[in-house]
C-alpha cells in the first residue's frame, strides 16, 4: 500500500506556453529535500507517475513531475518521436527550473535533485548546465545526452547507461565514454556507470523486452545513496 500522497499542481513557469502542469507526491515524513522527475519521450503517462511516487517513498523526498507535454501522451513510437521533436526544449527547460522553484517555495524545500529517462535524462544535463543561479543541486541522468555543451557542470552528477545501447550519439556507450572524459577534462564531480548487458531504458518495467531488474535495482541504489549525500 502506498504511503505517499500525490496530487496534480500548476507549475510557474518562464515557457512561453504558461504555467507548467505538474504532478508533486509527498512521503509520510517531513522533508526538505526535493526531487524532479522528467518523462521519457511517451509523456507523462502512468509508468512515470508510478516512479515519481516510489522515488518519494524510497529516497523520503517531496518529488514532482512536469508535464513537458502538457497533457499529450504518445501512444506508440511514431507518435512519441513527433511529440519530441515538436518539444521546445529551452522552453522545457524553463519548466524545470520552475519546478525547481516551486519546489523551494511551495514545498519548503532547501535542496534540489533533478532526474529523468532517455529524453528526461538529456533534459536533465541540459537543465542542470543551463542554471544559473544554483536552483538544482544535483543530477542523476538516465541514458541521455543533450545536443549542447555539458561539459562543465557546477554541481555533482551521475549518469547510467547500458553497454549494449545503440542509440549513437545520444546513449550509447561510446557517446556515453565521452561524456565521462569531458567532465574529468573540465574537473566536473560527474560518474557515469555503464551497465553490463543492458539496452536502452533497461529501468522500464512496463518493456520486458529491455528491462534488467537487476541493472534497474542496483542504478536506483546508486541514485538514492547519491542524492542522500547531496541533498540532506
Not at 144 to 151: A, E, F, K, N, T
Amino acid at each position: 500500500m502506498s504511503s505517499s500522497t500525490s496530487s496534480v499542481v500548476s507549475i510557474p513557469t518562464s515557457n512561453k506556453l504558461g504555467d507548467c502542469p505538474g504532478y508533486v507526491a509527498k512521503p509520510q515524513e517531513s522533508t526538505t529535500m526535493g526531487v524532479i522527475i522528467l518523462q521519457e519521450w511517451w509523456g507523462v503517462n502512468d509508468h512515470i507517475k508510478s516512479k515519481g511516487i516510489k522515488i518519494a517513498e524510497e529516497l523520503k523526498a517531496i518529488t514532482i513531475i512536469p508535464d513537458l507535454y502538457r497533457g499529450q501522451v504518445a501512444t506508440d513510437h511514431e507518435h512519441a518521436g513527433h511529440l519530441m521533436h515538436g518539444l521546445d526544449w529551452p522552453g522545457a527547460i524553463a519548466d524545470i527550473l520552475g519546478a525547481a522553484k516551486y519546489l523551494r517555495s511551495a514545498h519548503g524545500c532547501t535542496k534540489i535533485g533533478v532526474t529523468g529517462f532517455c529524453m528526461g535524462g538529456a533534459l536533465t544535463l541540459a537543465a542542470t548546465a543551463s542554471q544559473t543561479d544554483g536552483t538544482i543541486n544535483a543530477a542523476s541522468c538516465f541514458y541521455g545526452i543533450p545536443q549542447m555543451d555539458v561539459s562543465k557542470i557546477n554541481v555533482p552528477v551521475i549518469a547510467h547507461f547500458g553497454e549494449l545501447d545503440d542509440i549513437k550519439g545520444f546513449s550509447d556507450v561510446e557517446a556515453a565514454n565521452k561524456l565521462q572524459e569531458s567532465w574529468k577534462q573540465n574537473g566536473v564531480n560527474g560518474t557515469v556507470y555503464i551497465y553490463p548487458g543492458c539496452s536502452h531504458a533497461f529501468t522500464n518495467n512496463t518493456r520486458p523486452e529491455v528491462f534488467n531488474a537487476e541493472a534497474y535495482a542496483l542504478s536506483f541504489e546508486r541514485m538514492y545513496d547519491f542524492f542522500r549525500t547531496n541533498l540532506q
